[in-house]
């Protein structure tokens, strides 16, 4: 570093970034993996020179400068380059001799996150680690006259139902009649949400389908897994697999093509179809890959050029009214699968939420309605999106459910909700809440990829460079010599593990509330918090 | 937990066989209340007056005469009434509230030309509209408004409400099926309303048990668009409306009550004759799913009775008696009270998949299991 390095407006301190790298020179073996595996370049090797002056004891000899040499570990200060506190410098480190270290005090960082005017983009989720759903307890407790329920001992019937659901009256006419019965899949009620094929890495996408696959066919859990937007490998479309996953089609219809192709050859069908007009982390906003990731294989599923970014249109370009689409897209997509096929949209929350809601119902062909709150998780969208955008899920889906009791509804066109469930690790406690407050199912991303793939991500800013394709993890990598790093296996090893365990708590918590036989959908009765204005604005009780 | 007693007898009898029935079983109620459903009435209510709508309740002066004032005004005439007003100190615990009655009505020209359902539907929405009336001054409380029935609620120990009202004393109340329920509403405030046997157009029913799943069951009753779905004082209305959905509104059997309310798991299902018709009812009636243990004894308009258990059984409840008249009691002590004389060893105690029946003829004690194929129906 020179002393007359010039000092800029956007000139940092090591002291300004967000994460700082403490590195023991005592520790150090400099074996260099440090720097070889930093996603981002924050570190390089350094070489420092050290100045001493040694003065001798008498006056006889002048003082003498020495000079040595070492090397070392040098953080660069270049916001290009700030460290995002992955660790996995540590990870490699043979003595434990480097780590990153959070400064919270540091803020200036994050004016220079626009360089050449671009404004940020990232993935993951909000930076924001509060959850209202963290806050909500279960308080209806048996405990008296009644037997409380033993989680351990009971039989328990947690599946759900996907797909419109007719009334008794109705469903009793279409039985008599031999009529035609809207499509409707059992399913587990943790579903794992649309990570694309473009987003994810080819290894984590097979340790996916592995675990879900497992769970379906050994453990006899239902399991379902959203394909996300991009297309589904030629292999699986036409595998027997293919009934564990719902087919996401978006705005920008990448990897359509392919599926569309593949009907004839089709071995079984899609669990479901859904639909995606928008999403949690980025309202308004289509998808986004962005050109880091677009490889020949990424591009050849999708059907486009290499290395181009693709942005998908915010709203599907053929329909420009939701009535339109409600009744095009589903009805379209049904007839492809012969109306064998539940087919559902999903929508980020919003306060427009309830129109959507008001025209499913009135269409006999749509299967649900899947709504993603604010804190769900996306691979790459803009900064601002992402921290300032979007409804909380836990009020929307109430006032949706809502809607649907005042028409009598509310068994028939479920809704499956996500955004942030399972942000601070309370994945059963989280859905187990937003089951309560009306949702028939609900959906998890980030979870699967932070406990099946030890995603590093966190809602500290930690991590977050899923959008440029260099993911430590090898989780949103394409590049192979990243997602090398992931056994899917072991990944599908994880799925298997974080089901089965929230099968278990999921059962504690509503055995002792004295459900069992069928999952307490809107038992809202059974719920608590001790802030009175959420109280109020989901109609459950007010505790302190 | 609540205590149960159920009778049906091919001739009338006496309501205090069942109150005493009660009675022996008080170790298990607190005494705190009673409810009683009358149906298949003998005397008067019989040989004259066939087919009279008859509003049970408790009035005071005043309610009295809004009660008359406002059947006037629809085209009732009073035909003949049980109006009861002790004049002894009521049992301690038990309010002073007026009296209670039982009016018998000739329904006004022209309603022998309303459908069955149109009369239905008016006669409910008169008891509805008279128990708002009440709910203002607590003046007028009704409990049923429907031919060949009488109900009475009341707060206090059983027995003692029995001999006080000298149910006993007045043959016009000596009925064929008697629904008996011992102990009031302790979850929530003492309410009448909330008092066991619910009681809805020729159905009625009661439970002992907790329904956790009531709140969603409510909702989705109230959505279902049905006049008379509505009061939910206690946890276990429900219970009576789905009985009352399952056979009025879609017109089953009441072996498929059971399948609405506890369908059977998939694998037990998988090779039941019945299996399409059950995987469409579990499919849309799933938000009738009860969870939470409950024995649920009811009557329907034919004059049947029935007794069913939760999915668990993890409430008591048998059924004994010899021909002409059975019981369906919480505890074998009840029967034993009344039926002292039956064959024990043909009582039945139904598990988590039966249903008993006991037809309107009283001839023999029905079972069905929902392994069963069920009568052809569709
Ligand atoms: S924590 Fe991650 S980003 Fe920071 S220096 Fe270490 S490897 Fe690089
Ligand atoms: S580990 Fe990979 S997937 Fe997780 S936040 Fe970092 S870049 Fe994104």
Redesign the pocket.
């Known amino acids: 570093m020179l002393t007359e390095r010039p000092i800029t407006p956007s000139t940092l301190g090591v002291k300004d970034l967000n994460w700082q790298i403490e590195w023991d020179k005592d520790l150090c073996t400099q074996c260099g993996r440090c720097t070889s595996v930093c996603p981002v370049n924050a570190i390089e090797l350094g070489v420092h020179r050290k100045r001493e002056i040694k003065t001798p004891a008498s006056l006889m000899k002048k003082a003498e400068n020495e000079y040595s040499i070492f090397y070392g570990i040098r953080q660069k200060t270049d916001p290009a380059y700030a460290c995002i506190g992955?660790s996995m410098c540590n990870m490699v480190c043979p003595n434990n001799a480097i780590g990153p270290k959070r400064e919270e005090g540091s803020t200036t960082q994050k004016f220079h996150n626009d360089r050449g005017g671009n404004p940020r983009t990232r993935?993951?989720r909000r930076n924001s680690g509060e959850s209202l759903l963290d806050q909500i307890k279960f308080m209806r407790i048996s405990m008296l006259t009644d037997p409380a329920l033993d989680a351990g001992r009971h039989e328990f019937r947690l599946n759900t139902l996907l797909g419109r659901v007719q009334s008794p009256e109705e469903s009793l006419k279409t039985y008599q009649e031999h009529g035609w019965k809207p499509p409707v899949r059992e399913i587990y009620p943790l579903v794992i949400g649309g990570m694309s094929f473009g987003a994810m890495s080819p290894n984590m996408w097979e340790g996916l389908q592995m675990g879900v696959a497992y769970l379906n066919e050994e453990l006899n859990m239902p399991v379902r897994i959203s394909t996300g937007e991009g297309g589904c490998p030629p292999r699986l479309l036409r595998s027997r697999f293919l009934k564990y996953v719902i087919l996401q089609i978006a705005s920008g219809y990448f990897g359509w093509d392919e599926i569309i192709h593949a009907i004839p050859e089709m071995k079984v069908d899609p669990c479901a179809i859904e639909i995606k007009y928008g999403q949690g982390a980025k309202p308004g906003d289509g998808g986004l890959l962005m050109w880091y990731k677009v490889n020949k294989l990424i591009a050849a599923i999708r059907g486009v050029p290499e290395g181009v970014s693709l942005p998908s249109p915010p709203t599907h370009q053929t329909q420009y009214s939701i009535e339109e689409s409600v009744a095009k897209m589903i009805q379209s997509m049904s007839m492809a699968w012969g109306f064998r096929v539940p087919v559902y949209p999903k929508i980020s929350a919003s306060s427009t939420s309830l129109a959507v809601l008001n025209n499913l119902t009135r269409n006999p062909y749509a299967a649900g309605l899947a709504i993603d709150g604010e804190d769900g998780g996306t691979g790459a969208a803009y900064n601002v999106s992402m921290n300032h955008m979007g409804h909380p899920i836990a009020s929307n889906l109430r006032d949706c459910y809502n809607a649907l009791v005042v028409t009598g509804k509310q068994n028939e066109l479920p809704l499956i909700a996500g955004g942030g469930i399972g942000k601070s690790g309370n994945l059963a406690a989280n859905a187990a809440a937003l089951i309560m407050l009306g949702a028939s199912a609900v959906q998890v991303g980030k979870y699967v990829?932070q406990a099946g793939a030890g995603?590093?991500?966190s809602e500290k800013d930690r991590?977050?460079?899923?959008n440029i394709g260099?993911?430590?993890?090898g989780?949103?990598s394409q590049d192979p010599r990243l997602y090398r790093r992931l056994d899917p296996e072991k990944v599908a090893e994880r799925v298997v593990d974080f089901y089965l365990s929230f099968d278990t708590e999921i059962k504690k918590i509503i055995a002792p509330l004295g459900r069992s036989t069928s999952l307490p959908i809107g038992m809202a009765d059974a719920l608590g918090i001790s802030d009175r204005d959420a109280a109020d604005r989901l109609g459950i009780k007010y505790v302190v | 937990m609540c205590r149960l007693f159920a009778l049906t007898s091919r001739d009338p009898i006496s309501p205090m066989l069942a109150i005493n029935a009660l009675n022996t079983m008080k170790e298990g109620h607190d005494g705190s209340g009673v409810g009683l459903c009358l149906r298949g009435l003998g005397g008067r209510f019989e040989e004259e007056l066939q087919g009279c709508p008859i509003l049970s309740g408790i009035f005071t002066e005043a309610g009295l005469r809004r009660l008359e004032q406002y059947t006037m005004d629809h085209g009732f005439k009073s035909q003949y009434s049980i109006l009861y007003t002790p004049e002894t100190e009521p049992p301690e615990g038990t309010p002073v509230r007026g009296t209670y009655a039982a009016i018998a009505y000739k329904v006004p020209r022209g309603w022998k030309e309303l459908t069955p359902a149109q009369q239905g539907q008016k006669l409910v929405e008169m008891r509805l509209e008279l128990r708002k009336m009440g709910e203002e001054d607590g003046d007028i409380m009704v409990f049923s408004f429907w031919p060949d029935t009488i109900i009475v609620k009341e707060v206090g120990d059983p027995l003692e409400i029995g001999e006080w009202l000298q149910l006993g004393a007045n043959r016009n109340l000596y009925a064929r099926h008697i629904l008996a329920q011992g102990r009031q509403n302790t979850n929530y405030a003492i309410n009448l309303y909330a008092c066991h046997p619910f009681f809805i157009e020729g159905v009625a029913s009661m439970t002992n048990g907790e329904n956790t799943a009531f709140i969603p069951i409510k909702e989705y009753l109230q959505s279902r668009n049905v006049t008379g779905y509505s009061g939910y004082q206690s946890d276990s209305e429900v219970f009576t409306h789905i009985a009352h959905y399952t056979t009025k509104r879609l017109g089953l059997d009441i072996r498929a009550y059971k399948h609405v309310i506890t369908p059977l798991m998939d694998h037990e299902m998988a090779d039941h004759p019945d299996r399409e018709f059950l995987a469409t009812l579990k499919r849309s009636c799933r938000k009738m799913i009860i969870d939470g243990p409950n024995c649920v004894i009811g009557t329907l308009d034919d004059g049947s009775m029935f007794m069913v258990q939760d999915r668990k059984k993890l409430r008591p409840g048998i059924v004994g008696g010899k021909d002409g008249i059975y019981a369906f009691s919480s505890e074998v002590c009840g029967i034993d009270a009344v039926i002292p004389d039956r064959d024990k060893s043909k009582d039945f105690q139904p598990m988590h998949l039966d249903t008993v029946i006991v037809g309107p003829d009283c001839k023999e004690i029905e079972t069905c299991s929902q392994k069963d194929q069920l009568p052809r129906q569709l």
Not at chain 1, 470 to 473: E, H, I, N, Q, S
């Open positions: 992955c993935g993951g990829m995603c590093l991500g991590c977050n460079v899923c260099v993911c430590p993890k989780i949103t």
